[in-house]
């Protein structure tokens, strides 16, 4: 009885393993997509502000 019952334990452990490591893996991947979009946001910001400058200072854009 007592063997039956470390088997059950064990894949009911197994299975909040996975269901940690799938959720670690998803929290991964959305922290990745939010930085990517900042990053983008960032270097779009920093264009902008170039672009300005350049024609604020009488420079031709082309």
């Given at each position: 009885?007592v063997?039956?019952?470390?088997?059950?334990?064990?894949?009911?452990?197994?299975?909040?393993?996975w269901?940690?490591?799938?959720?670690?893996?998803?929290?991964?991947?959305?922290?990745?997509?939010?930085?990517?979009?900042?990053?983008?946001?960032?270097?779009?910001?920093?264009g902008?502000?170039?672009?300005?400058?350049?024609?604020?200072?009488?420079?031709?854009?082309?």
């Amino acid at each position: 009885m007592v063997g039956s019952r470390g088997v059950v334990g064990e894949k009911w452990s197994q299975k909040v393993l996975w269901f940690c490591a799938i959720g670690t893996a998803i929290s991964l991947y959305m922290v990745a997509v939010e930085r990517q979009a900042q990053n983008r946001q960032r270097a779009m910001n920093q264009g902008l502000k170039a672009l300005d400058s350049k024609t604020s200072s009488g420079g031709e854009v082309v």
